[in-house]
């Protein structure tokens, strides 16, 4: 089992309000239950960027919702919960996801050049807010987002990719930015013992 890293308070409270907002109220208290985290009922951490937060907490949270569905529901709640991060995170904490919002999307840039712009700045937010060392790369087709340290190293070993979350969140980001949707993959996964977690970002829309 990997160190444990520190979060902010922010990231796991926008996890905890975009997992009510699937499950519902007791939905979430029951995920809370099943990750151990009872603390947090109807006690979400605070809205502030502090480092007070554990990774393993992000992780068992995301692995008890996991739990509650079974894995083969699992897969699409997560992905919805990761859309909601996303939405949530525009809303309540910009901060966190590092966006300049409206302003982005109004550039008169190529598309292309918009999701790289929103891509770096997601990046930038990983490494300088959220403490998880991310970065980017590009290629003619697609770009890759690299996370070098992520919480699905503290959850059970699974089959395939597992982190729908992110994978989530990369496909409601794309979708707001250019109201496309993208087939972003999950390539590979420290879960399954990968030095990464890579996520591809097809430059094409489905």
Same mark, same amino acid.
């Given at each position: 089992?990997?160190?444990?890293?520190?979060?902010?308070?922010?990231?796991?409270?926008?996890?905890?309000?975009?997992?009510?907002?699937?499950?519902?109220?007791?939905?979430?208290?029951?995920?809370?239950?099943?990750?151990?985290?009872?603390?947090?009922?109807?006690?979400?951490?605070?809205?502030?960027?502090?480092?007070? #937060?554990?990774?393993?907490?992000?992780?068992?949270?995301?692995?008890?919702?996991?739990?509650?569905?079974?894995?083969?529901?699992?897969?699409?709640?997560l992905l919805r919960v990761g859309r909601a991060?996303?939405?949530?995170?525009?809303?309540?904490?910009?901060?966190?996801?590092?966006?300049?919002?409206?302003?982005?999307?109004?550039?008169?840039?190529?598309?292309?050049?918009?999701?790289?712009?929103?891509?770096?700045?997601?990046?930038?937010?990983?490494?300088?807010?959220?403490?998880?060392?991310?970065?980017?790369?590009?290629?003619?087709?697609?770009?890759?987002?690299?996370?070098?340290?992520?919480?699905?190293?503290?959850?059970?070993?699974?089959?395939?990719?597992?982190?729908?979350?992110? #994978?989530?969140?990369?496909?409601?980001?794309?979708?707001w930015l250019t109201d496309k949707t993208f087939?972003?993959?999950?390539?590979?996964?420290?879960?399954?013992?990968?030095?990464?977690?890579?996520?591809?970002?097809?430059?094409?829309?489905?």
């Amino acid at each position: 089992m990997p160190e444990d890293r520190m979060m902010p308070n922010d990231a796991l409270r926008l996890l905890f309000f975009s997992i009510e907002e699937v499950m519902g109220k007791d939905g979430m208290k029951a995920a809370l239950r099943g990750a151990k985290l009872e603390q947090y009922i109807d006690n979400y951490p605070p809205k502030n960027l502090s480092l007070d #937060v554990r990774f393993s907490e992000y992780a068992h949270t995301e692995q008890a919702v996991e739990d509650f569905y079974g894995p083969r529901g699992a897969k699409a709640m997560l992905l919805r919960v990761g859309r909601a991060t996303f939405n949530y995170g525009m809303k309540e904490q910009s901060a966190v996801l590092g966006l300049a919002g409206q302003a982005l999307k109004l550039m008169p840039l190529p598309m292309t050049s918009k999701m790289k712009l929103l891509l770096e700045q997601m990046v930038a937010a990983a490494n300088k807010t959220v403490n998880q060392p991310t970065r980017l790369e590009e290629d003619a087709d697609s770009f890759t987002m690299i996370v070098d340290f992520c919480m699905c190293q503290f959850r059970p070993k699974h089959q395939s990719p597992c982190c729908y979350v992110t #994978v989530g969140a990369l496909t409601e980001a794309m979708r707001w930015l250019t109201d496309k949707t993208f087939a972003i993959q999950e390539l590979t996964c420290m879960n399954l013992g990968a030095d990464c977690c890579r996520y591809r970002i097809p430059k094409t829309p489905e």
